[in-house]
Each structure stands twice: as C-alpha cells, then as structure tokens.
C-alpha cells in the first residue's frame, strides 16, 4: 500500500490550493481515507476523511473552507482548500483507514495504518 500526496505550495491569504493523493494496494470503495497536517511544534490533528461509500467528515475548523472527494477512477483522494489562513500552514498527510468508515476525532491516528510522505502548505502574505 502507498499514498502520494502533492499539490501543497506557498499562497497568500485567502487563497485556494487542492491536496491530491495518489493511493495504490487497496481501493478506495473499501477503505476512508483521512487528511491530517502537523504545524511546527504542534501534534498532528485530523482535518478531513472520507468513508469508503463516500461520507465526508471535517473538524470545525475547517468546515466551509474545506472539501474532500475523490476519483474512483483514479484512485485518488482530493482536499480542496479555500479562504486559507496562515494557521492552515502545516505540511498535510494523507492516510489509509484500516477500516471502510474514518474518523476525525481526537486520537484518530490509531485508525490508519499506511500514511503518505506529506506535502507542505505556506500560507503567508
């Protein structure tokens, strides 16, 4: 099982970027998918997951700004990010569940058992 995870960059505030992730070993019609991100010296928190028959769930901080889908197609999981804000800069990983559901909720890490290399995303005037 590998995740791939690219499309983080430097954007200003208020600007918009689109994580992908790239899965290969499983697909994703049975198994969720979460987004984590880990801000320097800071823990890594959930942002975002994705049930493998495709419920979406997202931690408050994120909501209305944030949307996650994905390509069956490709086998690929996206996070578009809107009206970022410089507390979005993190790098962000995506994650496979070991389960067809995913969670978001404190602790969740447990839950996924294949991570990606991260991506990272600036958010800075």
């Known amino acids: 099982v590998q995740l791939q995870a690219s499309g983080g960059g430097l954007v200003q505030p208020g600007g918009s970027l689109r994580l992908s992730c790239a899965v290969s070993?499983?697909?994703?019609?049975?198994?969720?998918i979460g987004w984590f991100r880990q801000a320097p010296g800071k823990e890594r928190e959930a942002v975002s997951c994705i049930t493998n028959d495709d419920t979406a769930r997202y931690v408050d901080s994120v909501k209305g700004r944030f949307t996650i889908s994905r390509d069956l197609a490709k086998n690929a999981v996206y996070l578009q990010m809107n009206s970022l804000r410089p507390d979005d800069t993190a790098r962000y990983y995506c994650?496979?569940?070991?389960?067809?559901?995913?969670?978001?909720?404190?602790?969740?890490?447990?839950?996924?058992?294949?991570w990606g290399q991260g991506t990272l995303v600036t958010v800075s005037s």
């Open positions: 994650a496979a569940s070991q389960y067809r559901g995913c969670t978001i909720l404190l602790g969740a890490d447990v839950w996924y058992n294949y």
């Open positions: 070993g499983f697909t994703l019609d049975s198994n969720g």
